[in-house]
């Protein structure tokens, strides 16, 4: 079983930037997929972003049109850690960030195909 905490949210200032990075234990997870949700007061759960191991590219990674060429997702598998770089941030940024992973090496975008989250971290973005 993986267990993931998230860390690194925080309180920024609209056109700064954060790093949210989510660690690992229990098990490795270098060919899982990992994504990052966000969840805003009164909204839904939606996705950010996923890496998904790929024999052609290694790691092949999808973003959310909201967040495109703002936010970059990586992974560190000697750290079992991946990682969330959110630049440019805005207002409407402002959610509980999620990690998480799922054994299928099919990157989705759906919350319900990843089988492992963690608890969440705040991100505040003022304006």
């Known amino acids: 079983q993986v267990q993931l905490v998230e860390s690194g949210g925080g309180l920024v200032q609209a056109g700064g930037s954060l790093r949210l990075s989510c660690a690992a234990s229990?098990?490795?997870?270098?060919?899982?997929?990992l994504g990052w949700f966000r969840q805003a007061p009164g909204k839904e759960r939606v996705f950010v972003a996923y890496?998904?191991?790929?024999?052609?590219?290694?790691?092949?990674?999808d973003y959310a049109g909201s967040v495109k060429g703002r936010f970059t997702i990586s992974r560190d598998n000697a750290l079992n850690t991946v990682y969330l770089q959110m630049n440019s941030l805005k207002p409407e940024d402002t959610a509980v960030y999620y990690c998480?992973?799922?054994?299928?090496?099919?990157?989705?975008?759906?919350?319900?195909?990843?089988?492992?989250w963690g608890q969440g971290t705040q991100v505040t973005v003022s304006s």
């Open positions: 998480a992973a799922a054994v299928s090496q099919a990157g989705s975008v759906s919350a319900s195909m990843y089988d492992y």
């Open positions: 229990g098990s490795t997870f270098s060919r899982y997929t």
């Open positions: 890496q998904r191991w790929n024999t052609y590219a290694y790691y092949v990674v």
